[in-house]
């Protein structure tokens, strides 16, 4: 019985590496992927916030959907993320500050002030497309994040684009490697979501 259940565990270890494995290099891959082309909008993943100031990597993020408003790629913004633990303003407030410092003006910029994690990002972000008739978007986050951003977009009927931050602060293999294993296991599990019933893990039902 204990040889079986060894055994079991085993398998089910291996089998678990193997998947990871192969959905960190899909990751890896497609974090080399540039997609950016004209949009309605461009959807900026949150990445938390340090007081009044959006994070190093959430700048990062910000700058790139900056430029790409400037250069007339997209229209508008909706920037995500609702209150970090300890804020009295959520990261998205804080994010349009930045943006509007920046000569975004506030007619161009949308926020979402409910979410804290991708999925919430993305779900309350079409939400917003939907509501002011915005068909397309461009994802920007770090490169290591857009597959399963692009998943969760896609589950969510936002047709988009991935747009990753070319100045990402994750530039070196000591800072890649833990963001990578990190999306392979979160990514992993969202797959494994999105076939449990009982889970919503999409929001189908936005632009019906």
């Not at 340090?50 to 990597?57: C, I, K, M, T």
């Not at 998205?92 to 979410?115: D, F, G, N, Q």
């Not at 833990?178 to 979160?186: G, H, K, M, T, V």
């Amino acid at each position: 019985m204990r040889k079986g259940i060894l055994k079991l565990t085993l398998l089910a270890a291996l089998t678990a590496f193997i998947v990871i494995a192969y959905n960190a290099t899909a990751i890896w891959r497609f974090s080399k992927q540039d997609q950016t082309r004209h949009a309605d909008c461009a959807i900026v993943a949150g990445a938390g916030i340090n007081g009044d100031q959006p994070s190093a990597v959430f700048k990062a993020r910000l700058d790139h959907a900056v430029w790409l408003y400037h250069e007339g790629v997209v229209g508008s913004l909706i920037l995500t993320g609702g209150l970090s633990r300890g804020a009295t303003h959520s990261d998205a407030a804080v994010a349009k500050e930045y943006v509007m410092a920046k000569e975004v003006p506030e007619a161009a910029i949308l926020i979402e002030e409910r979410s804290t994690i991708t999925r919430e990002n993305l779900r309350n972000a079409a939400e917003l497309m939907h509501q002011h008739g915005l068909k397309t978007a461009l994802l920007v986050s770090d490169p290591l994040h857009m597959l399963r951003m692009q998943m969760i977009a896609w589950d969510n009927r936002i047709e988009s684009w991935s747009s990753p931050v070319t100045a990402s602060r994750y530039q070196t293999w000591s800072t890649q490697f833990p963001f990578l294993l990190r999306e392979a296991f979160y990514y992993t599990g969202y797959r494994i979501l999105r076939y449990v019933p009982v889970i919503p893990v999409q929001k189908i039902s936005t632009h019906e």
